[in-house]
């Protein structure tokens, strides 16, 4: 059996292929025009949950039917951070331009800093460049799993302060979140937002970051898509992070809904804030760290 080749469930009407080892699954078979039946709804959910990024290729929605889309995911987010590239026709879909590769070419999960992240996006590809503008997504169920046992042994008691520059709030996340749909631990960290584990130093804070970051967009943990005009492709936002490939000389236009998650649930750490040690050389960045926090 060709190794990309996936399994659907009996009697389903969904055409699978899997894109790479960890996540991505191409979905054919299906119009996401009108709207989906029950089941075939439910077999999409647990498809995403396993596979974290669905790709359906060449749907080619309109503005209207990408929303009425998204709405069957749930209730669709207003990103007051994305407020100058909304839609001027729509206020829940960014519309993102891009001529010289000025894209989001930095690994993140989309809205971190928000007390309740994303549940997920769904993106429309409606022009593309001659070469390049791909999207690369990594599996933080897999940058998880295959840390060292001490390493997960640590990090499932700490959390960390994620901010965004143009978003007032900032927010207090677990390093490492129990995903609500499969109960696997997924990593929750991004260089983008991420800022500071407040149980640790700032140097081992600054250190631990460091590792964590860089080990989660390891090449095996990922996919990577090249578009074409009219694909759509949905994300689970809370067990991935994503990075738009900025190698490209044309106009790439998309058009984006985000759907909204519950809360996350806290974690009561068994560690202390970290305090300053007013005898250690790095006191003073230590204490203007912790003087941020509060």
């Known amino acids: 059996m060709n190794q990309h080749a996936a399994v659907a469930p009996t009697g389903s009407r969904l055409q699978l292929r899997h894109s790479a080892g960890f996540l991505g699954t191409e979905v054919h078979g299906i119009d996401l025009r009108g709207r989906l039946d029950a089941e075939i709804l439910s077999e999409l959910r647990a498809l995403l949950t396993e596979r974290l990024v669905l790709f359906f290729p060449k749907q080619k929605l309109s503005m209207p039917e990408l929303k009425a889309f998204g709405q069957q995911w749930g209730t669709l987010e207003v990103d007051d951070s994305a407020a100058h590239v909304r839609s001027v026709e729509d206020p829940e879909v960014v519309e993102l331009k891009a001529s010289v590769g000025y894209v989001a070419d930095m690994w993140h999960t989309d809205l971190t800093p928000m007390p309740n992240p994303p549940f997920g996006s769904i993106l429309s590809m409606k022009t593309l460049p001659e070469v390049g503008g791909d999207t690369m997504w990594s599996s933080q169920y897999a940058a998880y799993e295959t840390l060292s046992a001490p390493i997960r042994d640590l990090i499932e008691n700490l959390t960390a ?62 996919v990577r898509r090249r578009w074409s005009e009219g694909d759509i492709a949905i994300w689970d936002n809370r067990a991935t992070q994503h990075y738009v490939v900025s190698d490209f000389t044309g106009e790439r236009v998309i058009q984006r809904v985000t759907v909204k998650a519950d809360a996350i649930r806290p974690i009561t750490s068994r560690y202390e804030d970290y305090k300053p040690q007013w005898n250690t050389l790095s006191a003073r960045k230590d204490a203007e760290a912790v003087g941020k926090s509060v």
Do not use: W
């Open 161 to 222: 302060i994620h901010e965004h520059p143009r978003m007032a709030e900032r927010s207090e996340h677990p390093v490492v979140l129990v995903h609500p749909d499969s109960g696997r631990r997924c990593l929750f960290v991004n260089s983008q937002y991420t800022k500071r584990i407040p149980q640790l130093s700032q140097a081992e804070s600054d250190a631990l970051l460091r590792v964590l970051f860089e080990h989660s967009i390891q090449p095996p943990f990922t």
